[in-house]
């Protein structure tokens, strides 16, 4: 059983800083973090089926920058549900940070973690860039689950697109 919950000292050198970054499972009150989460899923309906099962983790950089929710999907596989980072602090690294930490985390609980995304080139790219790989597509997920259109920017939301990431 993993006891470590927060890691402390992670540094962003690439963008040359020292910062004392820390990441905590959150146990209680998880709803607290529902503006964060509800950048990633607007739907409080979906994020009420996951969060309550899924492990919540947040990221402090003084103060709180991103969250992220995990929930098993099998005895061998994990599924990334929810993942945001505060808009005037997105691309500064906080999100790969978030993975990488996942990442190890569950390294020795599961074989393989899955992320879902509408087919936004910008997060597909990002997944990829913190070691994702695509795997395969659900048709038609959002315009058959959601019942007015999905749009990220310009792209409506058709397809789900799974990523996946061996641990
Ligand atoms: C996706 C998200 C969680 C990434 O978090 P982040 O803290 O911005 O991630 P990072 O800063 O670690 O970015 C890592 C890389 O992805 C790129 N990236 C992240 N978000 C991007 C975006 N929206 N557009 C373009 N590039 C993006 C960054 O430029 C960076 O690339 P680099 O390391 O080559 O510079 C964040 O953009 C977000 O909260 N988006 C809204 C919620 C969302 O869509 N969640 C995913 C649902 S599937």
């Known amino acids: 059983m993993k006891r470590y919950s927060e890691q402390k000292g992670t540094k962003l050198n690439k963008y040359g800083n020292n910062r004392d970054m820390k990441?905590?499972?959150?146990?209680?009150?998880k709803k607290q973090f529902l503006d964060l989460l509800l950048l990633a899923d607007e739907s409080e309906i979906m994020i009420d089926k996951y969060l309550p099962s899924g492990d919540l983790f947040a990221l402090y950089d003084d103060d709180l920058k991103s969250v992220c929710v995990v929930a098993p999907i099998n005895s061998e596989t994990c599924e990334l549900k929810n993942i945001a980072t505060y808009e005037k602090y997105q691309g500064k690294g906080y999100g790969r940070a978030l993975?990488?930490?996942?990442?190890?985390?569950?390294k020795n609980d599961y074989k393989t973690m899955l992320v879902g995304t509408g087919e936004t080139?910008?997060?597909?790219?990002?997944?990829?860039?913190?070691?994702?790989e695509q795997s395969h597509r659900v048709k038609n997920f959002f315009t058959d689950n959601y019942d007015h259109p999905?749009?990220?920017g310009d792209i409506q939301l058709v397809d789900m697109i799974y990523l996946k990431k061996s641990l």
């Open 150 to 152: 999905m749009f990220d």
């Open 23 to 29: 990441i905590e499972k959150i146990n209680e009150n």
């Open 121 to 132: 080139p910008a997060i597909l790219s990002f997944y990829e860039s913190c070691g994702f």
């Open 99 to 106: 993975i990488q930490f996942i990442s190890d985390f569950y």
